[in-house]
C-alpha cells in the first residue's frame, strides 16, 4: 500500500517535473476540484495528450456553473463535449468537484449539497481516481485500473470518434443524446436520440418523445436515413449487431482532422470537422435535410406512399396504390396515403407477385422484423410470400451481395426515394395485375416488343423533339414553385428552430404580437431574449395553396443575401406547424407611411430617394447577381419593409420563380400578384419576364413619389389609374404636380424629375421597351444619365379592376379633382 502511494507520489513527481505544471489528467480523492481558488483546489483536468480540458464553465448567455468537457488544444474551448450537471447548475462559483475512495464523482455547492454525482452509491471500488483520457472520456478507475464509470456512457449532445452509442444488452444500458434546451442551457431539452428496439433496432429522434425524424436501420454501410454521410470521406462508421449487443460508433479516417457529431436543440443532427486554416469548425453535413425526412408532419406523407425531395408534390402513392382519399391527395394532404389497387387474393399464391423499388430508404421498422443470418434473398421472399400479412422484404446488409432479411407485415411508411443513387432495394408484394409489364417474363411478348420498338422508332424520333420542348416547358410550368425546386431543398442551410421556443417567442401567438398578414398566413412579433426581436409568419392551417408558397420561399430566401432583402433567420416544420422566421423590421412595411396622412410626413425627399435606390439594389440583386435569376411576382408597397434607419427590404417570396440562367420569359396558367401593380403582359396573358417585376418597380417609384395607391386613384371625369394619372400630368409637361404634397416644395426638382422619368419608362406597355434593372441603377445613381422620355404606359386606363367601393371619398390636389377609396 504504501509502496503503491510513494510509486504514485514519484510519478506524479516526475510528471510535475516533466510538464513543469500541476495541470495533469488525474483528479485523486485526497484533492478538489474548485471552481473559485479554494485552499487546497487544484486546477482543470487537461488530458495527457492535451487535446481535452475538464473543468467548470459558463454557456453564453448564462451565469450558471456546470462541470463540462471541452478542447483543449484549439482555439475553440466554448464548445462543450459533456456536461455533467445539466439539468441542475451551480448557480455561483461556490461548486466543488470531488472522487471518492470508492469511486463516486461528487459535486457539491456551497451549502455541500451534493449537484451532481456520477453513482447511486453501490460502486465499491477501492482507491479510486478520475481520469480524463485523450479521447475526451472522464473514467473512473479503481485501483486495479478496472473503468467503474465512464462518461462515455452517459453522454449529453455529442458523439465523440470512439464513443460507442446504441444498446449493450450485457447492461442493458441504451445509450442516447439529448440535446441541450438552447445554446446557453445545457437543461436536457426535447430532442433525444437513440436505438429504437422495437422491431428492427433503428436509430431515431424523438422530440418530446414523439418520434420526429427516423435514421433508419444500419444496413452495413450507414443508417438507411442519412445516406449522405458515406459520402463526407470523413469518418469510417462500424455497427456491431450480435446477441450481446446493437452498438455502433465511428472513427475518423484521418487522425490528425478533428471531428464531432452533435444533437442540436432544434433536433438537427450534425457533422463537425475543424478547420486550422480558419480556427473554426465547418458544419460537413446534417440531418434532417428536406421535407421527406420529417415524421409526423403537414409534409409527411401517409402509409403506402413514396417522398421524393425532388419532385411536385412530394408525395405518391407507391406502385399498385392508389389515394386512399382521392379529394385531400389532390389538396396535398397526403396524411391518409394510399390503398391497394387490387386486393392481395390470399388464397393463390401465383396471383401475387414483388416490384422492386430501387433507392429507397426503407420504412419503419419499428414492427418489422429482422433475420440477420439469412444469406440467400430467395428464403427472404419465400418468407414474405408465405406471410399473408407479409408487405414488403428487404436485405438488412447490402455489403457485398447482400445478407439479412426485413420483412414488414404492417402498413409501410416513410419510404423516401433518393435520386442520387443511394438507397436500396423494397420488394413490394402486389396484385400480380398491379405489377408493371417491366416484369413480364414471356420471351414472346419481347420479341414482339422489339418488333415494335423498332417500328416505332420513326415515329419517337419525330416526338423526341416535341417531348424534349414539352417538357422543358412543364419543368418550369405554373405553380410558383422552381425548377429543381428538391436539388435546392437539399442543400438549404437554414437553422431548424424549436417550435415550443417559438410559442414563447410571440407569448403562444398572442393577437396582440400580430404584424399583420403575408402571403400565407399571420406574422407576429416575437422576442428571442436579449432583445432579439424577429417576426414570425405562421402558415395558416387551412392554407393549402400556402404550403406550395411556403416552401418556395423557404428555398427561395435561404439562399439568398443582400441587404435590401428581408433576412430569414430559420425555419420550423414541426408537429402541424410550418413556421417562417425573419430579421425583424422596426418601421413595418412601405405602405404604412406613404399612404397614410401624418406618417408620410416623416419621409422627406431623401428618403423617398433613398428607399428607390434600395429596392432597385434590392431587384438587381435578384435578376442578376444573386446565384438564380428570380423574378419576384410580387412586388408593392406592402412588401417593401422598413429597418431602423428606414432602409428598404423586399420581403414576400411566396410567388416568386427561379429562372434558368438563359430564360427570358416564361407562361404560366396561374396568374398570382397584385393588381395594379401588374404587367399588361402578365396580367392579360400570364407572361413572366424581369420585365414584369421592372413593371411593379416604376409603379412603386411613381407610388412613392406621389403617395398616391396605383389602384386606387381615378381622375373624376375618365376613370384612370396613378400610371394615366402621371402620363397626362407628363404629356401636359406639368409632371412635378405629380410630387406628394406631403413634400412640400422641399426637394431638387432634377432628381425627382428624373425619378419619375424611369418611373414611367419602367411602366411603359411594351416589356422590350422597359429597361433592365443594372441600367435603371446605373442611371438613378448618375446625375449626369441620359435618361429617354417614356412611351405610354400600360393600363393607364383601369376600367375592368376599377375598385367600385362606394365608400369613396373626394379629395382636391394639383387642381385635378381625384377620388381616393377607404384603403382597406
Ligand atoms: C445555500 O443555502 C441557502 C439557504 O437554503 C440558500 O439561500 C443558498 O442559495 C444556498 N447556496 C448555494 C450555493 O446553493
Ligand atoms: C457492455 O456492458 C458490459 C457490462 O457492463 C461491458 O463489460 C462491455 O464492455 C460493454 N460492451 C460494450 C461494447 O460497451
Ligand atoms: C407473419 O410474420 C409476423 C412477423 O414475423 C408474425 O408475427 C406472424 O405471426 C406471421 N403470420 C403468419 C400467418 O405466419
Not at 535 to 561: H, P, W, Y
Not at 685 to 691: H, L
Not at 730 to 758: N, Y
Amino acid at each position: 500500500m504504501r509502496g503503491r502511494a510513494t510509486a504514485y507520489f514519484l510519478l506524479n513527481l516526475a510528471s510535475a517535473l516533466l510538464f513543469l505544471s500541476y495541470a495533469d489528467d488525474t483528479l485523486t480523492p485526497s484533492q478538489l476540484l474548485g471552481d473559485d481558488d479554494v485552499d487546497g483546489g487544484r486546477g482543470n483536468l487537461i488530458s495527457t495528450g492535451g487535446m481535452f480540458e475538464l473543468g467548470f464553465f459558463s454557456p453564453k448567455g448564462s451565469s450558471n456553473r456546470y462541470i463540462g468537457i471541452w478542447y483543449h488544444n484549439i482555439s475553440d474551448n466554448a464548445t462543450k463535449v459533456w456536461v455533467a450537471n445539466g439539468g441542475n447548475p451551480v448557480p455561483n462559483r461556490s461548486g466543488r468537484l470531488r472522487v471518492t475512495a470508492d469511486g463516486t464523482l461528487v459535486l457539491t455547492d456551497g451549502n455541500s449539497t451534493v449537484v451532481w454525482s456520477s453513482g447511486n452509491g453501490s460502486t465499491v471500488a477501492v482507491n479510486a481516481i478520475a481520469r480524463l483520457l485523450d479521447d475526451g472520456n472522464l473514467v473512473v478507475k479503481d485501483g486495479s485500473d478496472n473503468t467503474v464509470w465512464q462518461s462515455f456512457d452517459f453522454p449529453t449532445d455529442t458523439i465523440l470518434p470512439g464513443m460507442k452509442m446504441g444498446w449493450n444488452r450485457t447492461s442493458g444500458h441504451n445509450i442516447s443524446l439529448r440535446a441541450w434546451t438552447n445554446e446557453s442551457d445545457p437543461t436536457p431539452g426535447n430532442f433525444v436520440m437513440g436505438m429504437d428496439l422495437n422491431g428492427a433496432p433503428q436509430e431515431l429522434v424523438w422530440n418530446n418523445m414523439v418520434p420526429f425524424w427516423r435514421l433508419g436501420p444500419w444496413n452495413g454501410q450507414y443508417m438507411g436515413g442519412a445516406p449522405e454521410v458515406i459520402s463526407e470521406n470523413l469518418m469510417d462508421y462500424t455497427f456491431v449487431v450480435n446477441s450481446q449487443m446493437f452498438v455502433y460508433w465511428y472513427t475518423l479516417r484521418d487522425p490528425s482532422v478533428i471531428g464531432r457529431i452533435t444533437l442540436n436543440s432544434a433536433g438537427q443532427i450534425e457533422v463537425w470537422a475543424w478547420r486550422d486554416e480558419t480556427q473554426s469548425w465547418i458544419r460537413q453535413t446534417f440531418f434532417p435535410r428536406d421535407l421527406c425526412d420529417y415524421l409526423n408532419s403537414p409534409s409527411s406523407c401517409g402509409p403506402y406512399s413514396l417522398c421524393s425531395p425532388t419532385v411536385s408534390p412530394i408525395c405518391a402513392c407507391l406502385e399498385g396504390f392508389r389515394p386512399k382519399n382521392q379529394r385531400n391527395w389532390d389538396l396535398r394532404v397526403w396524411s391518409d396515403g394510399c390503398v391497394r389497387k387490387t386486393e392481395l387474393d390470399d388464397s393463390r399464391t401465383d396471383t401475387v407477385g414483388f416490384f422492386r423499388l430501387r433507392n429507397a430508404k426503407l420504412p419503419d421498422t419499428s414492427r418489422a422484423t429482422v433475420d440477420w443470418s439469412m444469406t440467400n434473398l430467395d428464403d427472404c421472399k419465400a418468407l414474405c410470400l408465405k406471410n399473408r400479412s407479409c408487405m414488403a422484404y428487404a436485405r438488412a446488409n447490402v455489403i457485398g451481395s447482400g445478407s439479412g432479411c426485413i420483412i414488414w407485415t404492417h402498413e409501410l411508411i416513410d419510404i423516401k426515394f433518393y435520386n442520387s443513387g443511394f438507397g436500396q432495394e423494397l420488394y413490394l408484394k402486389l396484385a400480380a395485375r398491379d405489377i408493371p409489364s417491366q416484369s413480364a417474363d414471356s420471351r414472346r411478348r419481347r420479341v414482339v416488343l422489339i418488333v415494335l420498338v423498332l417500328l416505332s422508332a420513326a415515329f419517337v424520333l419525330t416526338c423526341v423533339g416535341g417531348f424534349i420542348w414539352y417538357t422543358k416547358r412543364r419543368n418550369t410550368r405554373e405553380d410558383g414553385l422552381t425548377i429543381d425546386e428538391g436539388k435546392e431543398l437539399l442543400e438549404l442551410d437554414l437553422p431548424l428552430l424549436d417550435f415550443s421556443k417559438i410559442v414563447d417567442a410571440t407569448n403562444n401567438f398572442s393577437t396582440s404580437n400580430i404584424l399583420g398578414e403575408g402571403g400565407f398566413g399571420l406574422v407576429y412579433k416575437g422576442n428571442l431574449g436579449e432583445d432579439e426581436e424577429i417576426a414570425v409568419k405562421r402558415l395558416s392551417k387551412t392554407s393549402t395553396q400556402g404550403v406550395d408558397e411556403f416552401k418556395n420561399e423557404v428555398m427561395l430566401i435561404a439562399k439568398l443575401q443582400h441587404r435590401n432583402l428581408v433576412r430569414l433567420l430559420g425555419c420550423c416544420i414541426q408537429g402541424g406547424e410550418r413556421i417562417l422566421v425573419y430579421e425583424y423590421m422596426p418601421n413595418g412595411s412601405l405602405d404604412s407611411f406613404l399612404f397614410d396622412k401624418t406618417k408620410s410626413t416623416l419621409l422627406d425627399w431623401q428618403t423617398r430617394y433613398d428607399i428607390i435606390i434600395g429596392i432597385a439594389r434590392g431587384l438587381l440583386y435578384l435578376h442578376h447577381d444573386s446565384r438564380f435569376k428570380i423574378i419576384h411576382r410580387d412586388l408593392k408597397a406592402s412588401n417593401i419593409l422598413l429597418d431602423k434607419g428606414m432602409n428598404p427590404k423586399i420581403s414576400d417570396f411566396g410567388m416568386a420563380r427561379i429562372f434558368g440562367s438563359d430564360q427570358i420569359e416564361v407562361n404560366t396558367r396561374r396568374v398570382v400578384g397584385t393588381y395594379g401593380y401588374m404587367s399588361p403582359e402578365y396580367a392579360i396573358d400570364g407572361i413572366i419576364s424581369v420585365k414584369s417585376d421592372v413593371f411593379s418597380f416604376g409603379v412603386l417609384i411613381l407610388e412613392i413619389i406621389s403617395g398616391i395607391r396605383s389602384k386606387r386613384t381615378y381622375y373624376s371625369e375618365s376613370q384612370i389609374n396613378l400610371l394615366g394619372y402621371a402620363w397626362k400630368l407628363w404629356q401636359a409637361g406639368e409632371v412635378l404636380k405629380l410630387v406628394d404634397e406631403a413634400l412640400g416644395t422641399s426637394f431638387p426638382a432634377d432628381e425627382v424629375l428624373s425619378c419619375i422619368k424611369m418611373g414611367l419608362l419602367c411602366v411603359q406597355e411594351q416589356p422590350g421597351d422597359r429597361p433592365t434593372m443594372p441600367i435603371i441603377v446605373k442611371m438613378l445613381g448618375s446625375e449626369s444619365a441620359f435618361i429617354p422620355d417614356p412611351k405610354q404606359p400600360g393600363f393607364f386606363s383601369l376600367k375592368a379592376h376599377m375598385d367600385s367601393d362606394s365608400s369613396a371619398k373626394k379629395s382636391s390636389r394639383n387642381n385635378v379633382s381625384i377620388t381616393l377609396l377607404d384603403g382597406r
